[in-house]
């Protein structure tokens, strides 16, 4: 198969830095190299056609303000200094999610990246930016109410942020929750919960994942076949 779809929750940023007697932030700082070189994997990978990560959630402007200042910028320097990275591996970047809540400089980053790798083929990294999953589905259903169109799955389904469905959810961290990611999306996505703190996630984890996912039988709410 070569179009899969993979989703990551990444946990854990504030923990590894802890475990190390350093800042939270500085938890993130290493979190976004991890997103560099998961993505660059993903890129190579042939079998991964979408990349989609949890960066920041509808409910994390609650974390203090320090944190939350820290991860605005390191949002916005990050999509400003990585043009190249995405341009070299062939990945189109898109960020799903409710962005009208940033500032003008992360808006402006956004779709300056977006617009500037619109062609590239060989993955899509969706990034998932002040992004809820109930809060998608209210967007949606209010689409379709202003448009008028009659309300139904492929409605809905088409009026989302990202209407792919998920075939991999991964969280890295130890918790075993989807903590409002992709509800829609993951409906009959296979769950993998990992330990693992998000900065010391590497490729052949995922490779792992990959392992295991090719070996389970999908039946996507009907039976084995005889
Ligand atoms: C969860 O760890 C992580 C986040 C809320 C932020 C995720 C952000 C990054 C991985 C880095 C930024 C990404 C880019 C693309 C620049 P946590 O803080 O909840 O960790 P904890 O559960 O150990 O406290």
Redesign the pocket.
Known sequence: MSDLHVAI??????????NRGKK?TE???V??E???DITTFASQHKDIAQLT?????TE?WK?PKL?VDF?MK??A???ESEKETYLKNGVRFKAIGDRSRFSKRLQKAITQLEEDTENETSLIQN?ALNYGGKDEIVRAVKKLQISGDEVSEESIEQSLDLPTAVDILIRT?G?HRVSNFLLWQSAYAELFFLDT???DFKKDDLSRVLNQFQGIERRFGGVEDE
């Open positions: 929750i990444m946990d854990g940023n504030g923990r590894w830095a802890k939270r938890g993130h700082k979190g976004s991890v997103v560099r990560l949890y960066a920041f959630s994390n974390r944190e991860l390191l949002l320097d990050y999509l990034l961290g918790d703190l998000w900065p």
